[in-house]
């Protein structure tokens, strides 16, 4: 079946340092990707997507780049901040009703 | 702005009480869920629902029940709550017809059973 996995966390970083969290897919067929972001005490909110192979889905600085080759969507931004601290999910869709989330990364930021 | 909403955001009830979370939203999607997120942060899926009247569980087995009587909510229900149901959970909702479409979470339901 379909599968995401993330690089586990947390990931510790000072402000303004270069920010990749790695997430890898197996999936059939060709699947939309997607990272959200868990700020704490709420729900998940969409950070960005790509659907199609090539594509690169960019947001309040954050980019990722659908990779069918290494079955890959890294997720990266080039200058972190300490309101980026929160959890960050990569997840799939094939085109059913199911939603496939990796397990999460935590991400804190020092000032 | 996702308009999707859950009430309470907080609840802390005794052992045995039959509790009813709230999820509504106001976008007109066709599919809604329900996720249980443990403290390690995996989220889990307890039940969804495709339309009115369509509703299915997820991979996590689950004692909760739901309804889909209306298209814009999609009530969670514990007959009998236990300390085992503790944990925050999430709505969410998304448009029909295909892999392209997000899912938009409401903010959560913090649940903690004594």
């Known amino acids: 079946g379909d599968s995401v996995t993330q690089m586990e966390g947390p990931v510790t970083l000072s402000e303004e340092a270069f920010l990749t969290i790695n997430c890898t897919y197996t999936?059939?067929?060709?699947?939309?990707l997607f990272w959200y972001v868990q700020y704490p005490g709420e729900g998940l909110q969409l950070l960005l997507k790509a659907t199609k192979a090539d594509d690169k889905g960019s947001n309040k600085g954050f980019e990722a780049t659908y990779r069918k080759e290494t079955t890959s969507f890294h997720l990266e931004k080039g200058s972190v901040q300490v309101s980026d601290s929160a959890v960050y999910f990569c997840a799939l869709n094939s085109g059913t009703y199911k939603y496939i989330f990796g397990t999460g990364t935590r991400l804190k930021v020092l000032a | 702005e996702a308009d999707i909403y859950q009430t309470p955001r907080y609840l802390v009830i005794g052992t045995g009480k039959k509790i009813t979370l709230e999820c509504s939203q106001t976008m007109g999607h066709d599919k809604m869920y329900w996720y249980q997120q443990d403290p390690g942060m995996e989220l889990h899926l307890i039940h969804y629902s495709y339309g009115v009247n369509s509703t299915e569980k997820g991979d996590l087995s689950s004692e909760s029940t739901v309804s889909r009587i209306r298209t814009e909510h999609f009530p969670l229900t514990l007959e009998s709550a236990r300390p085992s149901h503790t944990s925050q959970y999430l709505c969410a909702s998304s448009e029909g017809g295909g892999r392209t479409y997000e899912q938009y979470f409401g903010p959560g339901t913090r649940l903690t059973v004594t």
């Open positions: 999936a059939t067929g060709y699947p939309s």
